[in-house]
T-cell receptor, first 112, second 112 residues
Framework: TQLLEQSPQFLSIQEGENLTVYCNSSSVFSSLQWYRQEPGEGPVLLVT?????EVKKLKRLTFQFGDARKDSSLHITAAQPGDTGLYLCAGGRNTNAGKSTFGDGTTLTVKP | NAGVTQTPKFQVLKTGQSMTLQCAQDMNHNSMYWYRQDPGMGLRLIYYSASEGTTDKGEVPNGYNVSRLNKREFSLRLESAAPSQTSVYFC???????????FGSGTQLSVL
């Protein structure tokens, strides 16, 4: 079983602060995806990274794939209450996204 | 835009009862998936269907059966529900060649 460990498990911050969420594994993945999930809803894909060292930006969110393709990070600048949710990383070893290994998630709360 | 539709939204069963969770997608996707999500354990793949007429076991298939009724519909059946199957169940679909998963909004199942 390929494990993906996310840290921290819970994070509570004030609006305007910066934060970083980590996703680590001892296994190499061909791709790494980040999802956000709101209560009562399914996960929604934010980004897919496929190249070691790749950095992608989505507004205030910056995603990085480690050089060895074993880890990834999600950095949020100037967090807003709308960023509140469960953030999940998922590592894939082929093009079948559905067979990816999911991390346990980081629950982020941004207080106004 | 309906996307992936799951029914029911909530269900309470007694131990030993059976039920079928329904899932339908309107995106003409080839691949469909069933996951369960438990606190602190992320999403785990139960079964998947790479195309109409095929199904395969995922990480945690015991106690479940699936049917790919046609390209749109993929159902999950619990023949004899157990308390360990209390969870939130998500259906997802993908085009099969891409890495993007589209999730339904989930079914919260409690087995007493």
């Amino acid at each position: 079983t390929q494990l993906l460990e996310q840290s921290p498990q819970f994070l509570s911050i004030q609006e305007g602060e910066n934060l970083t969420v980590y996703c680590n594994s001892s296994s190499v993945f061909s791709s790494l995806q980040w999802y956000r999930q709101e209560p009562g809803e399914g996960p929604v894909l934010l980004v897919t990274v496929v190249t070691g060292g790749e950095v992608k930006k989505l507004k205030r969110l910056t995603f990085q794939f480690g050089d060895a393709r074993k880890d990834s990070s999600l950095h949020i600048t100037a967090a807003q209450p709308g960023d509140t949710g469960l953030y999940l990383c998922a590592g894939g070893r082929n093009t079948n996204a559905g067979k990816s290994t999911f991390g346990d998630g980081t629950t982020l709360t941004v207080k106004p | 835009n309906a996307g992936v539709t799951q029914t029911p939204k909530f269900q309470v069963l007694k131990t030993g009862q059976s039920m079928t969770l329904q899932c339908a997608q309107d995106m003409n996707h080839n691949s469909m998936y069933w996951y369960r999500q438990d606190p602190g354990m992320g999403l785990r793949l139960i079964y998947y269907s790479a195309s109409e007429g095929t199904t395969d076991k995922g990480e945690v298939p015991n106690g479940y059966n699936v049917s790919r009724l046609n390209k749109r519909e993929f159902s999950l059946r619990l023949e004899s529900a157990a308390p360990s199957q209390t969870s939130v169940y998500f259906c997802a679909s993908s085009s099969g060649e891409g890495r993007k998963l589209f999730f339904g909004s989930g079914t919260q199942l409690s087995v007493l």
